[in-house]
């Protein structure tokens, strides 16, 4: 199972729904994996607070190639 964390850019996340997205995924701990942090996201999708994205969305731009102008992922895989 792979583990995830989020990179120097990832914990400086603080606009928006992206900024909201870094706080669920920092109250999984400091290794979290996808799942659990889907469903961390899906929690934000349900309440509105996540924008017009969904969680599957959010997890790629934050894996692949981070946020708009950024172009930094802000989640690393790690191999433990």
């Given at each position: 199972?792979?583990?995830?964390?989020?990179?120097?850019?990832?914990?400086?996340?603080?606009?928006?729904?992206?900024?909201n997205a870094r706080?669920?995924?920092?109250?999984?701990?400091?290794?979290?994996?996808?799942?659990?942090?889907?469903?961390?996201?899906?929690?934000?999708?349900?309440?509105?607070?996540?924008?017009?994205?969904?969680?599957?969305?959010?997890?790629?731009?934050?894996?692949?190639?981070?946020?708009?102008?950024?172009?930094?992922?802000?989640i690393e895989c790690i191999h433990e």
């Amino acid at each position: 199972m792979s583990m995830y964390r989020l990179t120097d850019a990832g914990h400086e996340l603080n606009i928006g729904f992206r900024r909201n997205a870094r706080i669920a995924l920092e109250a999984l701990g400091p290794t979290f994996t996808e799942a659990r942090a889907m469903d961390a996201l899906a929690v934000l999708h349900a309440l509105d607070m996540l924008g017009e994205g969904t969680p599957a969305s959010f997890w790629h731009r934050f894996t692949a190639q981070g946020a708009h102008a950024h172009k930094k992922a802000f989640i690393e895989c790690i191999h433990e």
